[in-house]
């Protein structure tokens, strides 16, 4: 495909990754959404099925596994079952070539490491990542399997009524979630109300205050502090490139699906270095 394939905003958006050096993806739920995980405020998101004032906080975690826990298994479930058998899809498989054009940093609001198995090498996960288990000290950290996550997702499967169900709950989630000798554990994601993951959020604000382009993919663009890297890039001269189904506020919008919009508009920005003819 070259650029006469392309419209307007697709061969803009080429020529400006072409001729980028420093360039920063800043992705959402959007770019995870073909590889079977649920955005959050899409129509099928997260959100509709799991109110964020119940589920997105420490409190409204507690009180449900009080007053609900067989509700609280089911939240827990839908969040770790889709990670434990995804797959990077077409949208984070062009960042990973992408990366092997031009300096790429991956700036991630989501906690799902599905960038980093496609093979990107800078991922900063802004939000934290639900596979990395912290003390609270967060001196010492391991990594949650996908066969770990996968037994607690059959175990949560079985707590569908309530006898003893929180304590079935706290049982079954305990690689991810418990107390013990040396302290309390828990995954190392960012819960509304708590500060971002550093030093991945500091590093994503230099990231994006030095770039020539910056991509924003899959993200409703909602949530802050996350949501002023855009802007912040802006401020910084950088050209700024949209790519949601959903076409949002100013700048270049480039309408579709990461999946289907990312390889080609990659291949194009890219394919005269890969013929060797600029
Ligand atoms: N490709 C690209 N974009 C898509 C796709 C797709 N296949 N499917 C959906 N989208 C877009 C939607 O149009 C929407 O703009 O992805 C965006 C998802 O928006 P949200 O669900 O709000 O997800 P996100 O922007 O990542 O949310 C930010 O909010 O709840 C918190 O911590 C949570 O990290 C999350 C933050």
């Known amino acids: 495909m070259n650029m006469d394939d392309f419209n307007q905003p697709q061969a803009q958006a080429a020529q400006w990754l072409r001729t980028s050096q420093r360039i920063v993806a800043f992705t959402g739920a959007g770019i995870s959404a073909e590889s079977g995980i649920p955005t959050f405020r899409d129509s099928d998101g997260f959100w509709r099925e799991f109110p964020p004032e119940q589920f997105a906080h420490w409190r409204g975690l507690i009180r449900t596994a009080f007053t609900n826990p067989v509700r609280l298994a089911a939240f827990v479930r839908a969040v770790i079952e889709p990670l434990s058998v995804a797959r990077p899809n077409d949208g984070h ?109 500091s590093n994503a604000v230099t990231a994006v205050e030095n770039c020539d382009c910056l991509l924003t993919i899959g993200t409703s663009g909602l949530v802050y502090p996350a949501a002023m890297l855009p802007a912040k890039a802006e401020a910084s001269g950088a050209k700024v490139i949209h790519i949601d189904p959903t076409e949002g506020g100013t700048g270049l919008w480039l309408r579709g699906n990461a999946g289907a919009v990312l390889p080609p508009l990659i291949h194009a920005a890219f394919e005269a270095d890969i013929n060797g003819v600029n």
Not at 136 to 153: C, D, E, N, W
Not at 165 to 189: D, E, H, Y
């Open 93 to 201: 498989l062009a960042l990973r070539k992408l990366e092997q054009h031009r300096k790429l940093i991956v700036v991630t609001q989501n906690i799902d490491g599905l960038h980093q198995t496609a093979g990107n090498g800078c991922v900063l996960e802004v939000h934290g990542s639900l596979s990395e288990i912290t003390s609270l000290s967060g001196k010492r950290r391991r990594i949650l399997t996908t066969a770990q996550i996968a037994h607690i997702t059959r175990r949560l499967h079985r707590i569908q009524r309530r006898p003893f169900a929180l304590s079935r709950l706290l049982l079954a989630i305990r690689p991810m979630l418990g107390a013990g000798l040396r302290g309390m554990w828990r995954p190392n994601v960012v819960l509304f109300g708590e500060g971002l993951a550093e030093p991945a959020w």
